[in-house]
């Protein structure tokens, strides 16, 4: 059988499947992933987290970076990968929607919130990093936008950071061990539109396999789980998926 006849076949066959997302399925709506040449690693340095507390210049630097990428954010559409994983949702099969982005796209594409499991974060609010109060990212915005550089908390004055994980900050515990729980019982694991290798994410996929599932991944360069997979497709997220899960 030809590998994508057997994918979806699996994919047909299952009443338990995770989905895992990258920032690879975000590009097809105009969001830059980390990796692909033009990426957000190619144009802007990383700020890590310790840096950010300590310094008022990174604060500025990130806040600056913030900015820039706001536009994008704020006006993308989910694209057919979004909206192939809403299709298992409807289909009853989806378990689970772990997701590395911090773009809310699949929330907007319409999926249920309860099955959200968001490892990185989301770029949609700002927090003080002393009282955890959030705001909402647009408001944080227009006021770096109306000079204030580096925001702080109106309410205890800490600093204001975007509600993601940066490098070197601790991953949210909660989400963390409900992905561990999806992984390790799903029957089918479909990754998309992640290179892999930011960690502790990347876990999730080599988990689910070793426990039993079937490993399906979707991305357009190689990843160093594609060997340990049952099956790997190179083409684009929009086309591959949807046929995927049964929706042409
Ligand atoms: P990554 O940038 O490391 O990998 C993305 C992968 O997607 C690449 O291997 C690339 O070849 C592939 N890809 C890109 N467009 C594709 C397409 N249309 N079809 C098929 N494959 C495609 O991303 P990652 O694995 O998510 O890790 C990077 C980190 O960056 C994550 O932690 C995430 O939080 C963050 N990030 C998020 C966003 C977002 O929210 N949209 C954007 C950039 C970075």
């Given at each position: 059988m030809a590998a994508i006849a057997q994918a979806r076949a699996w994919i047909a066959e299952s009443s338990s499947i995770v989905g895992f997302t990258g920032a690879g399925i975000s590009t097809e709506s105009g969001i830059p992933d980390f990796?692909?040449?033009?990426?957000?690693?190619?144009?802007?340095?990383?700020?890590?987290?310790?840096?950010?507390?300590?310094?008022?210049?990174a604060r500025i630097e990130a806040w600056r970076q913030r900015v820039e990428m706001w536009p994008a954010m704020r006006d993308a559409q989910a694209n057919a990968g979004h909206h192939a994983f809403?299709?298992?949702?409807?289909?009853r099969k989806l378990a689970a929607m772990i997701t590395?982005?911090?773009?809310?796209?699949?929330?907007?594409?319409?999926q249920s919130p309860d099955l959200m499991i968001e490892l990185h974060g989301t770029n949609m609010w700002a927090g003080c990093l002393e009282c955890r109060r959030r705001i909402p990212m647009e408001d944080a915005i227009r006021r770096v936008q109306e000079g204030d550089?580096?925001?702080?908390?109106?309410e205890c004055g800490g600093p204001l950071k975007a509600a993601t994980v940066s490098f070197g900050q601790a991953m949210?515990?909660?989400?963390?061990?409900?992905?561990?729980?999806?992984?390790?019982?799903?029957?089918?694991?479909?990754?998309?539109?992640?290179s892999l290798v930011v960690y502790p994410a990347a876990m999730f996929p080599a988990m689910a396999k070793q426990a039993g599932a079937r490993l399906?991944?979707?991305n357009r360069t190689p990843t160093p789980l594609d060997e340990a997979a049952d099956a790997v497709f190179r083409g684009e997220i929009g086309s591959v998926l949807p046929e995927l899960v049964n929706q042409r």
């Open positions: 990796r692909s040449p033009g990426g957000v690693w190619a144009r802007n340095r990383i700020i890590e987290f310790d840096e950010f507390v300590r310094s008022r210049e809403l299709e298992l949702e409807r289909q590395q982005n911090i773009d809310e796209l699949h929330q907007r594409a319409g550089l580096a925001p702080e908390c109106a949210p515990q909660r989400e963390l061990a409900r992905a561990a729980v999806a992984a390790q019982v799903c029957q089918v694991f479909l990754a998309v539109g992640s399906v991944i979707v």
